[in-house]
């Protein structure tokens, strides 16, 4: 099935991020509070060709992908990412107010967003893990 995703059959794995936003003090930010919480930080890419490329290398469970990159805005780059086999889940973070794209972040193939000011391991867990949906994990 194309785009399914992993899903940890017997036991919790943590899953594995790889962050994408070309502001550098921001990815370290994102990295310490995900690490802090728990999540393993595989990667980081600062525009749509490094997500894409850190993806097909690392192939990590989640995307934390900003929406405003300077080649590729971050719908186009879920839309390439959710063609991929095994393709991650993609969460799409910005400072603007997700109020601020009308319909695209829903129309999209991200699971959700999150506003940068509100990021912490516990907001892009519970964005994974949506109603009724495990949280994806290698194994």
Known sequence: MVGAVRR????PVTPRVVIVDDHAPFRSLARRL?????LSVV????DGAGALAA???L??????????????DGFAVAELLAGE????????????AL?????????????GFIAKADLSSETLLHVIRGPGRPVPCSG
């Open 8 to 11: 940890c059959q017997a036991r």
């Open 34 to 38: 995900l690490v802090a919480g728990g």
């Open 43 to 46: 990667g980081e890419a600062a």
């Open 55 to 57: 993806v097909r290398a």
């Open 59 to 72: 192939a990590p469970d989640v995307v934390l992908l900003d929406v405003q990159l300077p080649d590729l």
């Open 85 to 96: 086999p095994d393709a991650p889940v993609v969460v799409l973070v910005s400072s603007r």
């Open 99 to 111: 109020l601020d794209y009308g319909s695209r972040v829903a129309a999209s193939t991200a699971r």
